[in-house]
């Protein structure tokens, strides 16, 4: 059964830095297209950042592009989010999902949250000086 574990919330001040990291366990990561998404408080989920299994291929949310990174280790099977420059408007529960590259019909990004089949339990970030 596919498992993906989210780690590295934190409380941080604007302007500061952090680095969440999605760990999955059960299949083989590989094949798998990597979603972050982000929810803020009474708001609805949006997609931040995606990454193709292979690594080769990333999108970005206009909001974030310049200030976040994504990468995949996939011998480490671990998928990490490098936040830069966070603002207030960052905070929220950041959650990982995936998706295999077979269910995305020809895509091999997504950041829409109805693409992605498998979810973790997220982790809180709190921007706040």
């Known amino acids: 059964q596919l498992q993906l574990v989210e780690s590295g919330g934190a409380l941080v001040q604007p302007g500061g830095s952090l680095r969440l990291s999605c760990a999955f366990s059960?299949?083989?990561?590989?094949?798998?297209?990597i979603g972050w998404f982000h929810q803020a408080p009474g708001k609805e989920r949006e997609g931040v950042s995606c990454?193709?299994?292979?690594?080769?291929?990333?999108n970005y949310a206009a909001s974030v592009k310049g200030r976040f990174t994504i990468s995949r280790e996939n011998a480490g099977n671990v998928v990490h989010l490098e936040m830069k420059n966070l603002k207030p408007e960052d905070a929220g529960v950041y959650y990982c999902?995936?998706?295999?590259?077979?269910?995305?019909?020809?895509?091999?990004?997504?950041?829409?949250?109805?693409?992605?089949?498998?979810w973790g339990q997220g982790t809180q970030v709190t921007v706040s000086s």
């Open positions: 059960g299949v083989t990561m590989a094949y798998y297209t």
């Open positions: 999902a995936a998706v295999s590259l077979a269910r995305l019909g020809g895509k091999v990004t997504s950041l829409d949250a109805g693409d992605h089949d498998y």
């Open positions: 990454i193709s299994p292979g690594g080769r291929t990333t």
